[in-house]
């Protein structure tokens, strides 16, 4: 029981270790990584949330922090 324990803390500890290479981040930028297929869809979505909720916006970057937008 303790080694499994030992195991599994070790391959926990060595996940994430990796980074993305800069050569590598292309194919996350690709087409099929969004999640919304159809963004008139996820328009209606974000107008259906905000009229319930009462909230707007939260999706994308507005800026950097530096208050110009």
């Known amino acids: 029981m303790r080694i499994a324990a030992v195991i599994l803390l070790v391959s926990l500890a060595a996940c994430g270790k990796t980074a993305v290479r800069a050569s590598e981040k292309e194919f996350l930028a690709d087409q099929v990584m969004v999640f919304d297929d159809d963004p008139n869809a996820a328009a209606a979505d974000d107008h259906i949330n905000s009229n319930r909720e009462g ?15």
């Open 55 to 69: 909230a707007a916006g939260g999706h994308g970057t507005g800026g950097g922090g530096c208050g110009c937008n």
